[in-house]
């Protein structure tokens, strides 16, 4: 059971550097996710997707761009990375509807700008 | 819309004492209440979840949380912890109807001593 599976694990860029985040889920959840953990201040969503081709912005979405072309794939990309994307990023995934309601997370990306 | 309050940013407690991390929720609508624990650089992993029915609900590694609609909170109890219970715990609600999205508390971090 791989779960929901992020890549890279770890990553520093400099400021003004594209890079995407990868998260793939093979449990054919319609829902995914992405968030970000900084200290203190809990989970905050990015963007989010309830399907195939359908994705809509969290709470902090400015400077992150994602795409949703299959169920499986959710990729986060950022634009032009800035110190103040320095966080811990989180995937995760679940079904719509059901007994369960909770979610599947990745391990998470820690990326560093400098 | 909904939030949702944990009281404590952070929680020390000695081995095999027990232990209580609390959890309020405001929202307009009913509502299904979840705890993830995060272990040290890892992902969130679902504790327990309340979705119907009674309101103690158990969850794994011994420990419980009950559902108080007229309080509306959700705290989590274990009568007693162990070392390896340290980690950050996260509240988090999410609307019964159409929304899929959850809200996440900020996060306790319980802190066993031995």
């Known amino acids: 059971n791989a779960g929901v599976t992020q890549t890279p694990k770890f990553q520093v860029l400099k400021t003004g550097q594209s890079m995407t985040l990868q998260c793939a889920q093979d449990m054919n959840h319609e829902y995914m996710s992405w968030y970000r953990q900084d200290p203190g201040m809990g989970l905050r969503l990015i963007h989010y997707?309830?399907?195939?081709?359908?994705?809509d912005q969290g709470e902090v979405p400015n400077g992150y761009n994602v795409s949703r072309s299959t169920t499986e794939d959710f990729p986060l990309r950022l634009l032009s990375a800035a110190p103040s994307q320095t966080s811990v990023y989180f995937c995760a995934s679940s079904f719509q509807g059901g007994a369960n309601y909770g979610y599947t997370f990745g391990s998470g990306t820690r990326l560093t700008v400098v | 819309a909904q939030s949702v309050t944990q009281l404590d940013s952070q929680v020390p407690v000695f081995e095999e004492a027990p232990v209580e991390l609390r959890c309020n929720y405001s929202?307009?609508?009913?509502?299904?209440l979840f705890w993830y624990v995060q272990y040290p650089n890892q992902g969130l992993q679902l504790l327990l979840k309340?979705?119907?029915?009674?309101?103690l609900v158990k969850g794994i590694n011994g420990f419980e949380a009950e559902f108080n609609k007229s309080q509306t909170s959700f705290h989590l109890r274990k009568p007693s912890v162990h070392i390896s219970d340290t980690a950050e715990y996260f509240c988090a609600v999410r609307g019964s109807g159409g929304s899929y999205i959850p809200t996440f508390g900020r996060g306790t971090s319980l802190i066993v001593h031995p």
């Open positions: 309340y979705l119907s029915g009674s309101t």
């Open positions: 929202s307009s609508v009913s509502v299904y």
């Open positions: 997707s309830v399907g195939a081709g359908i994705t």
